[in-house]
């Protein structure tokens, strides 16, 4: 129940950062490719983003009992507070590490990415495992410390890391001396104005099964069901990581690529291999799914049918963010938050209509429709408006394989888990194979370098 509650303030989380950002990144990237000078386009984006970010903080703060009560947490206001704070710096943040993917940064953006990582794990091992013993040996020195406030702990180490990143953009900062134009940002808003739209309809399709859950299923049984889906759609969220990794090396890629015929045939191609990586990963994560779900805790397990339909979903999600560049390149941006909307729409239908008979389980089945008709719809009207040369039947053909695959796994699970293992790992090797054969024009080559190097 508890980390029911983590799982919908944090749906709200990610709904704010969006409204707060209000498509700004992708926005940098096409107005730094074009303009002369990128440092203005910078400084503006990121007083804008900003402004609106302190406003926003301010206006929570400064009502904050009535926010929290509003959100059904009116006895810890300061849960509400304290992730009003983080969601202000993350949307600071996203324009400053958008600064760093333009200027191909990488290993800044890593290290402050992967410090963010550790950190907030360290902190979270020390809160939960560490300091229980030594309030228990050393009482004095642990005076701090309330067993009862383990929720709020868990936002108190986000505001810590969040903090401390924040302050390894202090270089950065100093590009602000370039000033906020007028001029570029009336002509950033005009483009910008769809992918808010486009992105709050977005992330709807994410999060929104996570905030109405309580509504749909009130009390504790509510708490405690979104607990088990949100700690399940953690192992899923292998899949999101894949995504978000492609999102920040490609985006920067395609707005400084033109939009030539080799624009649109490398679009192609690089839709093919990440529908082959995906996938990969897809199997991967289900081959090994007995040994996955030791990041969780067994009282979470009985959610673990929800993890494959959640990552076929995230693989619709990231199929449907490849199609999205068509809309962008034209500056017909608008026809994301059509595409978003309806998607949300039928998340939205499925959760009222199914989650309060079948719970989490119509939760996972709404993402994967609701992304399903996202992508499906962003094709059609591309293909008519600029269509990209993707080879349909090689991917339908490589998702036909990875699912048979699946299906051979779960109809011949065997009782053992190390035949079980060796099976799926048999399987696994199969999908490779497949693949290094119908691509050996680009593995061959590479093969034989690995070769001749050995």
């Not at 959640?310 to 999600?317: D, G, L, Q, R, S």
Request: proline residues 4%; hydrophobic residues 55%.
């Amino acid at each position: 129940g508890g980390y029911g509650v983590v799982t919908n303030l944090y749906a709200y989380t990610a709904l704010i950062l969006v409204i707060l950002t209000f498509g700004m990144e992708t926005t940098f990237f096409r107005f730094a490719n074009k303009e002369e000078h990128p440092e203005r386009v910078f400084s503006t984006t990121l007083i804008m983003v900003g402004s609106v970010a302190a406003l926003f903080l301010l206006c929570v703060l400064g009502g904050l009992p009535l926010v929290s009560d509003a959100l059904g947490y009116s006895e810890h206001p300061w849960y509400v507070g304290m992730m009003a704070i983080v969601v202000a710096m993350d949307a600071f943040q996203a324009i400053l590490f958008a600064l760093l993917r333009f200027e191909g940064r990488a290993w800044k953006f890593a290290a402050l990415k992967l410090l963010f990582i550790f950190c907030n794990i360290g902190l979270n091992l020390f809160i939960f495992l560490l300091a229980p013993a030594l309030a228990q040996s050393h009482p004095a020195l642990m005076s701090w410390y309330s067993p009862d406030y383990q929720v709020g702990y868990i936002f108190v180490v986000n505001l810590i890391c969040t903090a401390g990143i924040t302050l390894g953009f202090l270089p950065e900062l100093r590009k602000l001396r370039f000033g906020l134009s007028f001029s570029l940002l009336k002509e950033m808003l005009r483009y910008t104005w769809p992918l808010l739209l486009f992105g709050i309809a977005g992330i709807l399709n994410q999060v929104a099964d996570k905030i109405c859950f309580n509504h749909l299923v009130p009390g504790e049984e509510g708490r405690v069901q979104l607990g088990i889906y949100g700690a399940c759609v953690k192992i899923a969220m292998i899949m999101a990581m894949i995504t978000q990794a492609f999102r920040y090396a490609y985006e920067p890629f395609v707005f400084g690529g033109g939009k030539g015929r080799d624009s649109k045939e490398s679009q192609a191609q690089v839709m093919k291999y990440f529908v082959i990586f995906a996938l990969l990963a897809f199997l991967a994560v289900m081959a090994y799914l007995d040994i996955f779900k030791y990041v969780i805790d067994s009282d979470y397990w009985e959610g673990l049918r929800v993890v494959p339909i959640v990552m076929m979903a995230e693989i619709f999600m990231s199929i449907y963010f490849n199609l999205s560049f068509w809309y962008k390149l034209i500056e017909q941006t608008w026809w994301g938050a059509v595409f978003s909307a309806i998607g949300c729409v039928v998340l939205l239908t499925i959760n009222i209509i199914f989650v309060p008979r079948y719970g989490y389980m119509a939760c996972a089945w709404g993402g994967f429709a609701g992304y399903g008709v996202c992508m499906m719809l962003s094709y059609l009207v591309g293909r008519r408006k600029s269509p990209v040369p993707y080879n349909i039947p090689v991917l339908l053909g490589y998702f036909a394989l990875a699912l048979a695959l699946y299906g051979v796994s779960v109809w011949l699970k065997p009782a053992a888990l190390g035949w079980e293992l060796a099976l799926n790992t048999l399987l696994l090797l199969v999908y490779v194979a497949v693949v290094v054969y119908c691509e050996r024009a680009l593995f061959l080559p590479l093969i034989k370098k690995v070769c001749k190097r050995g």
